[in-house]
């Protein structure tokens, strides 16, 4: 991931016995690995009290301070290290000791070095998530409330550092892109560093009103203009005076209301509704739209010599899907705007959580992910977002791209079971309450449980 330090692992290798310490060095050594080793458990801690360390890998039985004792003062001194327990003299209940001890691993003598090789590389993959997940939280610690953009994509931050050029000026602004992936963000960014950042900054969205609604909103009106206008009422132009409006979606302006638009942007006046007086106004526009108005002009929908006033600089957000390196500093923003909203105590995202993330493709762009991580904090059953607090459509991709990965794209029935077990997952087993879920009753579930090999669960 872009933007995020990667230096080389470094490993701690603890065994009393020097010809097994040197055999895994050698080992780990040909991996790139940075290696320290000692043979005694002091000298492990002394070691870990000096410098820090991503994976430990230990004997578990040593003279006087033992691979628990490393463990335990590993886990103190760099929560987020790994610490894997190697030994000869293998039992369950030490194993079960060390793992609720915090250890990463469990490795029994004789072991295959393929094996260990692979258990210090997932250890190590897991070291850097969740070193990355601290540094991520850690950029996100300014106020929530200041209009920012999170980013750490190259193409976001040229436009960025576009925007700031041009927010000092008065220049009219277009900003283009799909639907959610922030446009009224960088508008409201713009006007925060601009010398009119201490004025008005007002939203309309076009889209949303019918005409007459909206010349009442954008102009205002004098009393008596129209029936039920008791008192005279200022438009968003005028209050907008010295600062900024911003109009969205400004392609579903009719081309009567474009007219009136060009009007105010041509002579920076405004008529009120039913008056014949002009007002005069001092404005910064930005308007929004996520369709293409070049098309829109060549359909005649849209007016070109407004289009050539509102397009003095245009600004294209890309969506989601084309700045994935964001992904996961903006799912961790949410993650703490909406933990900070609801009063949970949810602050960490689980690393299968996190692939799924960044496999979606997110049609909804930076508002759907929004929407995934505010669902995924109310549903948390602890401080950690997990598989199971996910909307059915994220797992279903990962599981696609996983198969389409190892080579074959899932069949028909690969993608039901994988949907099914999901369901039952989050029904929490209830058979009844999943076959609801599914669209199916409960005899046509337990015929697909079946069919399946699934029917063993005794649950309701």
């Known amino acids: 991931m872009s933007g995020i330090s990667s230096d080389t692992s470094r490993i701690l290798i603890v065994d009393d016995e020097a010809t097994a310490v040197g055999n895994l060095a050698h080992v780990c050594r040909k991996e790139g690995y940075e290696v320290t080793t000692r043979t005694t458990g002091m000298g492990a801690i002394e070691a870990l009290e000096k410098s820090r360390f991503d994976v430990i890998l230990t004997d578990l039985k040593m003279e006087k301070v033992d691979g628990m004792a490393v463990l335990r003062r590993a886990r103190e001194l ?31 003598k004789p072991f295959r070095l393929d094996e260990v090789r692979e258990v210090i590389r997932n250890a190590r993959e897991l070291v850097r998530l969740k070193r990355e997940n601290r540094e991520l939280r850690e950029k996100l610690s300014q106020d929530l409330n200041v209009p920012s953009i999170i980013t750490q994509d190259a193409i976001m931050q040229r436009l960025l550092a576009m925007a700031r050029q041009i927010a000092p000026t008065d220049t009219n602004i277009l900003i283009t892109g799909e639907s959610g992936t922030g446009k009224e963000l960088l508008a409201r960014f713009i006007h925060a ?47 907008a005076d010295e600062g900024t409006l911003f109009l969205d979606e400004i392609a579903e302006m009719s081309v009567g209301m474009q007219v009136k638009l060009l009007r105010v942007i041509q002579e920076r006046e405004v008529q009120r509704l039913g008056s014949t007086r002009a007002i005069p106004v001092d404005i910064r526009l930005i308007t929004a739209t996520h369709r293409n108005l070049r098309d829109e002009v060549a359909a005649g929908r849209f007016r070109r010599d407004l289009y050539y006033r509102l397009d003095v600089v245009e600004l294209h957000l ?8 964001d992904i996961p500093l903006l799912a961790f923003h949410f993650l703490r705007k909406h933990a900070a909203r609801i009063g949970r105590g949810v602050s960490d995202i689980d690393p299968a959580v996190m692939e799924a993330l960044l496999a979606y493709d997110y049609p909804g762009n930076i508002r759907e992910l929004e929407n995934i991580m505010e669902r995924a904090v109310t549903l948390a059953r602890d401080e950690k977002v997990a598989m199971a607090d996910l909307p059915a459509v994220l797992v279903g991709r ?12 899932p069949t028909l029935e690969e993608r039901e079971v994988d949907y099914i077990r999901y369901v039952l997952e989050r029904s929490g087993q209830n058979r009844t309450q999943a076959a609801k879920v599914l669209g199916i009753d409960r005899v046509s579930l337990w015929r697909k449980l079946k069919k399946y090999g699934m029917d063993n669960d005794q649950s309701p």
């Open 318 to 325: 890309p969506p989601l899907v084309q700045r994935r390196d």
């Open 398 to 409: 990962l599981v696609h791209v996983v198969r389409e990965e190892a080579g074959r794209l």
């Open 193 to 239: 560093h601009c010398e009119r950042s201490q004025k008005p900054f007002l939203v309309v969205n076009c889209g949303a009103l019918q005409e007459e609604l909206l010349a009442n909103e954008l102009f205002g009106h004098e009393r008596g203009a129209y029936t039920g206008a008791m008192e005279a009422r200022n438009g968003l132009v005028q209050a």
């Open 78 to 108: 760099d929560p987020e290290s790994a610490v894997i327990l190697i030994t000869g003299f293998g039992t369950l209940e030490s194993a079960v000791e060390s793992m609720k001890a915090g250890a990463f691993h469990y490795i029994a």
